[in-house]
Structures are given as structure tokens and as C-alpha cells.
């Protein structure tokens, strides 16, 4: 069986931080780390989200979160054979 860790890019203060857990992951054996992207987060909606019984997105709208591609731009730098993937890159938002 294979695990991955996510999302590293999630509520984190520093690169140190992300490169760390993405190390950390690797010497215990993972086998990828993964990101994902939403940097925009409503505060109000109507529609009621579907996947919790209040209805309502869980978390901080305010949580930081680092780009996907810088985030495993670093990780790779820094780490030699953890498997590095993307769960959520919205490329509408990249410029070309």
C-alpha cells in the first residue's frame, strides 16, 4: 500500500515548514506528497454545499495557502524520491 500526504500547502507559516513535512513524509516512507489550489474561498453563498449536514464549507476562509507549483518546486529541491502531485490546479488562473 502507498500513502501520500496532503495538502502541504495548507495553513502553513513558512517554505521551511511545508519542506519539512514534505522530508518528514519521505524519511517515514511515503510515498507523494500532494497540493491543491483555492486560493478564492466565498465567505457567503446561498446554494448549500453538499458535502457536510450543515451545509456550510468547514475551515478558515483566511487559512494560508501557497501556490501549488511553488510549493512542490521547493519540495522538490529539497527532498530525493517522494512523488510529488497536484489534487486541484485551477490553470485558468495561471498566466501563460
Known amino acids: 500500500m502507498k500513502y501520500g500526504l496532503i495538502p502541504i500547502n495548507l ?3 513558512s ?17 507523494s506528497v500532494w497540493t491543491f489550489e483555492h486560493v478564492i474561498v466565498p465567505l457567503d453563498y446561498q446554494s448549500r454545499y453538499p458535502y ?3 451545509g456550510k464549507m468547514g475551515g478558515d476562509p483566511d487559512v494560508n495557502f501557497v501556490d501549488p507549483l511553488i510549493a512542490l518546486s521547493f519540495v522538490a529541491a529539497s527532498t530525493r ?8 490546479n485551477i490553470l485558468s488562473q495561471a498566466n501563460p
Do not use: C, P
Request: aromatic share 4%.
Open 11 to 13: 495553513g502553513v507559516s
Open 15 to 31: 517554505v521551511d515548514q511545508m519542506v519539512g513535512m514534505a522530508k518528514k513524509a519521505e524519511s517515514l516512507g511515503y510515498e
Open 52 to 54: 457536510s449536514a450543515s
Open 81 to 88: 524520491t517522494i512523488r510529488l502531485g497536484t489534487g486541484v
